[in-house]
């Protein structure tokens, strides 16, 4: 069945250190998003990308990092610059540019990250 | 910058009633979402929304949309448990790929 993978479902860190988020789609999606969901904040974009090779940031892209070196894969990073990194993440994706027509954003599982 | 606003945050309804939340958007939209979220689970789409006067009904759930009023409105009818969630809606703008979601309200269906 065709999906998003997100892993790993929760992940604990340490304050000061980078994690790796990895979401992997094998829906053939050209575009694909990542999310930070806080406690009555809604979502809130943090990086998209609609080609391999390219990605643009969103709304509070400071202090993580992005790359898109294959279609199917868009791992998100969080450095230590991210000031309050404890939060719910999700990753979604979509057909070629992105809300195109009828396609809505199709989101994994999502992984919960606590930093302490 | 679009601002997409849901009211009310939280709703409490008894089994078998009919309510409606609300989903305002500061700019002009030309695309509207819903999505349903399971505690500690991802978003599930519900509806698309493309055009003014829109509605899509699925079960006990009914959208619509009037970008006039930049006003999309998620009706529950004869609610039942399973409908316990938090509904988000969302919104973009033509050719701009971002969306922009609301903060959630939070349903809670009481027997």
């Known amino acids: 069945d065709g999906g998003i993978t997100q892993s790993p479902k929760y992940l604990f860190r340490k304050e000061g250190q980078n994690v790796t988020l990895s979401c992997e789609q094998n829906?053939?999606?050209?575009?694909m998003y990542w999310y930070r969901q806080d406690p009555g904040q809604g979502l809130r974009l943090i990086y998209y990308s609609q080609i391999v090779n390219d990605f643009q940031k969103g709304d509070i892209a400071e202090g993580y990092s992005v790359s898109r070196e294959k279609k199917e894969s868009f791992p998100l990073t969080v450095t230590s610059a991210q000031k309050n990194p404890t939060a719910f993440y999700l990753c979604?994706?979509?057909?070629?540019?992105?809300?195109?027509?009828?396609?809505?954003?199709?989101f994994g599982n999502g992984t919960r990250l606590t930093v302490t | 910058e679009l601002k997409v606003e849901q009211n009310p945050l939280f709703l409490s309804m008894q089994e078998g009633k009919n309510y409606t939340i609300y989903c305002n958007y500061s700019?002009?939209?030309?695309?509207l979402y819903w999505y349903r979220q399971d505690p500690g689970k991802s978003l599930e789409s519900l509806f698309v929304?493309?055009?003014?006067?829109a509605v899509k009904q699925e079960g006990r759930l009914m959208a619509s949309l009037d970008t006039k009023a930049r006003l999309s409105t998620l009706h529950i009818t004869a609610a039942v448990h399973d409908l316990s969630a938090t509904y988000f809606c969302?919104?973009?703008?033509?050719?701009?790929?971002?969306?922009?979601f609301g903060t959630g309200t939070r349903l809670t269906i009481i027997p």
């Open positions: 929304l493309l055009s003014n006067g």
């Open positions: 700019t002009t939209s030309d695309r």
């Open positions: 969302a919104a973009t703008n033509f050719g701009n790929e971002k969306l922009t």
């Open positions: 829906l053939n999606h050209d575009a």
């Open positions: 979604a994706s979509t057909t070629a540019g992105g809300y195109t027509y009828n396609s809505p954003l199709h």
